[in-house]
């Protein structure tokens, strides 16, 4: 299916839903699968519209969000579908992701207390998908594997294998290595399988929307054990979370398991970890795959991450299974300093994202390049108009759900993405060093350091690029 043919289905969807004509359709960054998605405008009404190439994941997605509702779970409303063609609409939830708040909101490196508390509300939730959802759903439309069983495992293992052990050139006997495979597979099939497992439970698929996590892209749920999707979102990789409130965090779920199964604790966590290193190494192959293999560049840049909870795994858990081929190659990567590719490393496009005040001036372009762009924002709905958000700023979650959920300031956004990726993309091109981009509101409190925020997170999530923000009025200066 062309890419018109899909869009022109979406509108199509869209209009009969909304009954409303001159829809607006803007793509939306597109990130580690084959899907497709448009914010889809009209004048009263706005939706997320999805193409999927795969119709065996989008009759997952729909029929799981479906039972989820019912249960009362916090996952997006399906407006209008068209099976056939792999089109769909779902409610728009904004575009502040946990793992946006988290980058948007860290202080000398630590997560906030609202971002902290986030994390809480959503382990707090994971329960309900595994177990209480869990006993009347429909385990026949899991695609591609209706179990993460010992198959399943050892797909994700092989993963690792081929597309980060051999592709980053360590070395290891490869018979040894598949004996460790079988012994990690037996030692983690012991924790059963009868738990609905989200797989992608992680920071990004949990939206931050009307001052609560929502969650999106659990198409790949299946059968399996409670601790890999809490494992997901704890150790992903990106997020890169104290060590000391991951650990809260795992009795934090275990506190709020109880409120629906018996569980042995002990056991519990000695398997917990075991599913720890199965997601990292997951992980790794698939940023091996996508990063060398594929060359997406931002994969690669995550790889380091990756590398440095391998060493706090080999240095703070004992397993309790003999892999000893596994660990000589995880010992040999965490001893490593694997280097991201010459052609991906070299000469990064920085690019200086700054809020300031119209009353104080635009910020100043020490680079000496006299170019990039001020976006206005003093056009858009301004918070400061209201006592309550008047101490408050463009970082704090009550301003941020007002800006979210005020139409202007999306599409405002929007456009304004628009122009900056065609600039990244030929910035890139041609070997350029710097990239100044400001946004300017009346105080410099609010409106622009919203989005000077949001813009960051949005580059720093989808380019090899350095990103700085500055926000000229709090003093404050963080490199992302």
Not at 145 to 151: I, T
Request: proline share 3%; charged share 25%; aromatic share 14%.
């Amino acid at each position: 299916m062309h890419k018109t043919d899909h869009t022109d289905i979406l509108r199509g969807l869209f209009s009969k839903w909304a009954n409303e004509d001159g829809i607006e359709i803007t793509p939306l960054p597109q990130a580690g699968s084959d899907r497709q998605y448009y914010r889809l405008t009209g004048q009263q009404k706005q939706a997320i519209g999805v193409y999927s190439p795969d119709k065996n994941e989008t009759a997952a997605f729909i029929n799981f969000t479906y039972h989820f509702r019912q249960h009362g779970l916090k996952v997006p409303e399906i407006f209008s579908a068209d099976l056939l063609s792999g089109c769909y609409l779902i409610s728009d939830l904004g575009d502040i992701s946990l793992l946006d708040y988290l980058g948007a909101n860290r202080k000398d490196g630590l997560p906030s207390s609202d971002t902290l508390g986030f994390y809480k509300d959503a382990i707090a939730e994971l329960p309900r998908f595994q177990v209480d959802a869990c006993k009347d759903l429909n385990f026949s439309v899991c695609y591609p594997s209706g179990q993460f069983d010992g198959r399943a495992m050892r797909w994700d293992l092989n993963y690792f294998k081929y597309y980060f052990l051999k592709l980053l050139k360590i070395h290891f006997n490869e018979a040894a290595l598949e004996d460790d495979f079988d012994r990690l597979i037996v030692h983690l099939l012991r924790s059963g399988s009868q738990f609905f497992m989200y797989r992608d439970f992680q920071a990004r698929n949990i939206m931050i929307h009307d001052g609560k996590p929502w969650f999106i892209d659990y198409q790949g749920g299946r059968r399996g054990p409670l601790q890999y999707d809490l494992a997901s979102l704890l150790f992903q990789v990106k997020a890169s979370l104290p060590y000391t409130f991951r650990e809260e965090m795992l009795y934090w779920y275990l506190e709020n398991l109880k409120k629906y199964i018996h569980i042995d604790e002990n056991k519990f966590v000695e398997d917990y970890y075991g599913f720890v290193l199965i997601r990292l190494l997951q992980v790794m192959g698939a940023y091996g795959f996508r990063g060398y293999f594929e060359r997406r560049a931002h994969f690669l840049q995550s790889i380091p991450y990756a590398i440095e909870n391998l060493r706090w795994l080999l240095q703070n858990v004992k397993f309790g299974i003999e892999m000893p081929e596994l660990n000589k190659a995880l010992n040999e990567i965490a001893k490593s300093e694997i280097t991201i590719p010459k052609d991906t490393d070299k000469d990064l496009l920085t690019v200086s994202v700054s809020s300031f005040s119209y009353k104080n001036g635009a910020t100043i372009d020490y680079s000496g390049n006299g170019g990039g762009f001020v976006f206005d924002c003093r056009a858009l709905p301004n918070p400061g108009r209201y006592d309550h958000y008047k101490k408050l700023t463009g970082l704090d979650e009550p301003v941020i759900q007002y800006l979210s959920r005020e139409l202007l300031v999306s599409k405002f956004l929007q456009i304004a993405i628009k122009i900056i990726d065609q600039s990244i993309l030929e910035y890139q091109r041609r070997g350029f060093k710097h990239l100044q981009i400001d946004f300017g509101c009346t105080g410099g409190q609010h409106r622009s350091v919203y989005c000077a925020s949001r813009l960051a997170a949005y580059l720093d999530e989808n380019y090899s690029v350095k990103v700085e923000i500055k926000h000229n009025e709090m003093k404050n200066f963080d490199s992302l």
